[in-house]
T-cell receptor, first 119, second 108 residues
Framework: GAVVSQHPSRVICKSGTSVKIECRSL??????MFWYRQFPKQSLMLMAT?????????EQGVEKDKFLINHASLTLSTLTVTSAHPEDSSFYIC???????????????FGPGTRLLVL | GEDVEQSLFLSVREGDSSVINCTYT??????LYWYKQEPGAGLQLLTY?????DMKQDQRLTVLLNKKDKHLSLRIADTQTGDSAIYFC????????FGIGTKLQVIP
């Protein structure tokens, strides 16, 4: 099946620093990738939709200057948490939509997630 | 917007069947999905059902869809300890909406 990787899997950083998380589709091309945030014992919250070659679409309440998204190629999207603060600590998960296969191209395949801890 | 609801917790004995339920509000989705999340991991696509089907069986998994009642269920036969995880139903509308997830605990 379609595989999505994320790097790093875990990151600890100091408050005020920036952290970049990579999301890669390994065996398929993805014009659209999604970034989610998951709080403990809660569902996934969609942060933004990343479109290859264009600007990301952010959900209401998500600061685009705080969470920078770049989708420079059909297999890579990056999320940069700028000037991270402890409240940004969370589990960040990306997903990619495989338009070449899957039922009606709607299926999203998820990365393993990145645990961010801001001290 | 879309609203997807699931119960939070289900506990079953190993070898029994598990049934995880989901209700949703929008019925225009072509496919509906079940994902599994193990601790500290991302979501794994478990199965899906086409919206014009009532049932889909895939080995130990059976998905039932009642479009009239907007009810989706996932049945796991012969539940094993390795099935312990959080299960999310997902309904694509304008964007994919996930339920809050049902934590399945399998008791040996």
């Amino acid at each position: 099946g379609a595989v999505v990787s994320q790097h790093p899997s875990r990151v600890i950083c100091k408050s005020g620093t920036s952290v970049k998380i990579e999301c890669r589709s390994l065996d398929f091309q993805a014009t659209t990738m999604f970034w989610y945030r998951q709080f403990p014992k809660q569902s996934l919250m969609l942060m933004a939709t990343s479109n290859e070659g264009s600007k990301a679409t952010y959900e209401q309440g998500v600061e685009k200057d705080k969470f920078l998204i770049n989708h420079a190629s059909l297999t890579l999207s990056t999320l940069t948490v700028t000037s991270a603060h402890p409240e940004d600590s969370s589990f960040y998960i990306c997903s990619a939509r495989d338009l070449s296969g899957g039922p009606a191209g709607e299926t999203q395949y998820f990365g393993p997630g990145t645990r961010l801890l801001v001290l | 917007g879309e609203d997807v609801e699931q119960s939070l917790f289900l506990s079953v004995r190993e070898g029994d069947s598990s049934v995880i339920n989901c209700t949703y509000t929008d019925s225009s989705s072509t496919y509906l999905y079940w994902y599994k999340q193990e601790p500290g991991a991302g979501l794994q696509l478990l199965t899906y059902i086409f919206s014009n089907m009532d049932m889909k069986q895939d080995q130990r998994l059976t998905v039932l869809l009642n479009k009239k009642d907007k009810h989706l269920s996932l049945r796991i036969a012969d539940t094993q300890t390795g099935d312990s995880a959080i299960y999310f139903c997902a309904v694509p509308y304008q964007k994919v909406t996930f339920g809050i997830g049902t934590k399945l605990q399998v008791i040996p």
